[in-house]
């Protein structure tokens, strides 16, 4: 039978599943984890896999920062966020990247619906929307500082305003590998 992910893939799950955990309960992405996993995606694939797998990783690794950094400049989102899914991008490369993120997004809407129904900021959120498109038209890094997400994060009512995206990563790469098994076998 063939193998649907390569043996590897126990380490970025085990790393995206601590920052998940981390992310949930403090709120925090940890560079103690994203930067080594990175790191390691990118060594790990130019010496064991020559320079294809290296390319492999770092349009990987490219496309998992990109697709997150924008929302951080944003403001909607931290900086551990965009080096996690940069990481996991370093060890899984593409298009297997590319279905986590879209996974990963897919996760971060319904939980995002069903904050805004259960803590009822439905207005809240319009406003926020609002702001966001005024931001993305504006596209300034000084209208989406960091500090803003970062008030949030230790407001008492975080649970009701931010989305621990890691967590949604962690749901996204295990969503990616079980579609992959069931669609090989």
């Known amino acids: 039978m063939d193998q649907v992910f390569p043996p590897h ?4 799950l085990l790393a995206v599943l601590v920052t998940a955990a981390t992310d949930l309960w403090k709120y ?15 060594i790990y694939h130019s010496v064991v896999g020559g320079s294809a797998a290296a390319t492999g990783s770092v349009l990987g690794a490219a ?5 997150l950094f924008v929302f951080y400049l944003l403001g909607g989102m931290g ?3 965009v080096k996690l899914m ?39 959120t319009w406003v926020n929307l609002k702001i966001a498109w005024l931001r993305v038209r504006a596209l300034s ?20 305003r931010v989305i621990p995206y890691a967590a949604m990563i962690a749901i996204g790469l295990v969503a990616t590998v079980a579609w992959s098994w069931i669609h090989k076998r």
């Open 141 to 160: 890094r000084h209208l989406g500082t960091e500090d803003e997400l970062e008030g949030k994060i230790v407001a008492t009512d975080r649970r009701g």
């Open 63 to 67: 496309f998992g920062f990109s697709a």
């Open 9 to 12: 893939i126990g380490i970025v």
């Open 28 to 42: 925090k992405v940890y560079n103690v984890v994203t930067l080594p996993l990175l790191a390691c995606g990118l």
């Open 79 to 81: 900086a551990g966020d």
């Open 86 to 124: 940069s990481a996991v991008g370093a060890w899984l490369g593409m298009p297997y990247t590319f279905n986590v993120f879209i996974a990963a997004s897919l996760a971060a809407g319904l939980y995002a619906l069903a904050v805004i129904v259960w803590y009822r900021r439905q207005g809240e």
